[in-house]
């Protein structure tokens, strides 16, 4: 049985195959299950290593690093020697997202630092509360953070971005209203201005000016057509504060003004 349990921060519940848990374990710690298991096994290490062993070999999981485990592999997983593996898990049944993953026995994926990351530790903080309380629906709201869990793990896979310009387009969606200089975000990850621009170009295939732009006028188009927002009202909220910018900008986008825009088809 695992050691060194934290009951504020441990939970071991189930119903069918849904079981989570925190654990922090010495090298010491292994589990070999060579006749497997029907259900699926998810991981994210929060500090220190642990490893996965399976009839395809062994792979690491490192901080930072979310392991998926299929359901029916043989297996024995632990901590790495010399480590201690501090992680948070789940057991749970098949679900149609887990489609979307590689055909591997144990899928690693490195979520990138910054939101990403923290909404997958949410969404395991999530998954420990809810096994806890075991309040109303709680099993749906259970399903509901591991499908969280396989999209970020399947878009991180899919994408396959550098890192740094993961975080980028993290904070520009996160910033998208304020000012932003091409200086201030290179300083978020750790990039000179110049390094920064070569590299999203080559990521995205757009500069990094006119993807944010992108994203304020997809915004505003959305402000004025779902939630009422003038034209004027829209440009300010997604960080346009030149009326004529906007408007130019959203013409060559879309074909109208934003004020024919806002005003809808047959207005």
């Given at each position: 049985?695992?050691?060194?349990?934290?009951?504020?921060?441990?939970?071991?519940?189930?119903?069918?195959?849904?079981?989570?848990?925190?654990?922090?374990?010495?090298?010491?710690?292994?589990?070999?299950?060579?006749?497997?298991?029907?259900?699926?096994?998810?991981?994210?290490?929060?500090?220190?290593?642990?490893?996965?062993?399976?009839?395809?070999?062994?792979?690491?999981?490192?901080?930072?690093?979310?392991?998926?485990?299929?359901?029916?592999?043989?297996?024995?997983?632990?901590?790495?020697?010399?480590?201690?593996?501090?992680?948070?898990?789940?057991?749970?049944?098949?679900?149609?997202?887990?489609?979307?993953?590689?055909?591997e026995e144990?899928?690693?994926?490195?979520?990138?630092?910054?939101?990403?990351?923290?909404?997958?530790?949410?969404?395991?903080?999530?998954?420990?509360?809810?096994?806890?309380?075991?309040?109303?629906?709680?099993?749906?709201?259970?399903?509901?953070?591991?499908?969280?869990?396989?999209?970020?793990?399947?878009?991180?896979?899919?994408?396959?971005?550098?890192?740094?310009?993961?975080?980028?387009?993290?904070?520009?969606?996160?910033?998208?209203?304020?000012?932003?200089?091409l200086e201030?975000?290179?300083?978020?990850?750790?990039?000179?201005?110049?390094?920064?621009?070569?590299?999203?170009?080559?990521?995205?295939?757009?500069?990094?000016?006119?993807?944010?732009?992108?994203?304020?006028?997809?915004?505003?188009?959305?402000?004025?057509?779902?939630?009422?927002?003038?034209?004027?009202?829209?440009?300010?909220?997604?960080?346009?504060?030149?009326?004529?910018?906007?408007?130019?900008?959203?013409?060559?986008?879309?074909?109208?003004?934003?004020?024919?825009?806002?005003?809808?088809?047959?207005?």
């Amino acid at each position: 049985m695992p050691h060194n349990k934290h009951p504020e921060e441990y939970v071991d519940t189930s119903i069918g195959a849904m079981l989570a848990g925190h654990f922090r374990e010495n090298d010491r710690y292994v589990i070999r299950r060579p006749e497997a298991r029907s259900d699926w096994l998810i991981a994210m290490t929060l500090s220190g290593e642990g490893y996965f062993r399976t009839p395809a070999g062994e792979k690491r999981c490192p901080p930072g690093h979310i392991a998926i485990l299929r359901s029916g592999t043989p297996h024995e997983y632990g901590t790495v020697p010399g480590q201690q593996w501090n992680f948070v898990w789940a057991h749970f049944g098949k679900l149609s997202e887990t489609s979307y993953l590689p055909d591997e026995e144990v899928v690693v994926a490195e979520l990138p630092e910054g939101e990403t990351r923290k909404r997958a530790y949410r969404a395991f903080r999530s998954l420990l509360r809810d096994s806890r309380e075991r309040s109303a629906y709680w099993q749906a709201l259970f399903e509901n953070a591991i499908r969280e869990l396989l999209l970020l793990v399947a878009q991180r896979l899919e994408k396959r971005l550098d890192p740094r310009i993961e975080r980028a387009l993290q904070f520009l969606s996160q910033n998208m209203p304020e000012e932003i200089r091409l200086e201030r975000i290179a300083s978020e990850v750790g990039l000179s201005a110049s390094r920064l621009s070569h590299l999203f170009k080559q990521e995205m295939g757009v500069p990094i000016l006119d993807y944010l732009n992108g994203m304020r006028l997809r915004q505003a188009a959305l402000l004025m057509r779902h939630m009422g927002r003038s034209a004027t009202e829209a440009s300010l909220d997604v960080g346009f504060n030149n009326y004529n910018h906007f408007a130019a900008l959203f013409r060559r986008a879309y074909g109208q003004s934003p004020r024919s825009f806002a005003k809808g088809p047959g207005d």
